[in-house]
Nanobody, 123 residues
Framework: QVQLVESGGGLVQAGGSLRLSCAAS????????MAWFRQAPGKEREWVAA????????YYADSVKGRFTISRDNAQNTVYLQVNSLKPEDTAVYYC????????????????WGQGTQVTVSS
């Protein structure tokens, strides 16, 4: 079982930055692929970024490529999402997710989810 707790969201002006964190419980965190998703009001959940257990493979959605960076610290049981050059359309609740399986961009492949952290970008 893995429990995930996100933090680091907030209100920021367009062009600003935030660092989102996802703290995980469980001794096997280092063996899980991790991902970030987001959901804006009235929209479907959208995959943002994913990272393998080793950090050796990383994928980004085209909408965030070059602006967002996913990373992980297995010793600290934490995955991060550095979000730079924020745009109003990045406003959403950001969720981290974990899977013992292969890295994936599909929400249905992830077994564990956090409660989310709100990111609001003002224009």
């Amino acid at each position: 079982q893995v429990q995930l707790v996100e933090s680091g969201g907030g209100l920021v002006q367009a062009g600003g930055s935030l660092r989102l964190s996802c703290a995980a419980s469980g001794r096997t965190f280092s063996r899980y692929a991790m991902a970030w998703f987001r959901q804006a009001p009235g929209k479907e959940r959208e995959w943002v970024a994913a990272i393998t257990w080793s950090g050796g493979t990383i994928y980004y959605a085209d909408s965030v490529k070059g602006r967002f960076t996913i990373s992980r610290d297995n010793a600290q049981n934490t995955v991060y999402l550095q979000v730079n050059s924020l745009k109003p359309e990045d406003t959403a609740v950001y969720y981290c997710a974990a899977t013992p399986g292969l890295i994936s961009t599909m929400g249905r492949d992830y077994h564990y989810w956090g409660q989310g952290t709100q990111v609001t970008v003002s224009s």
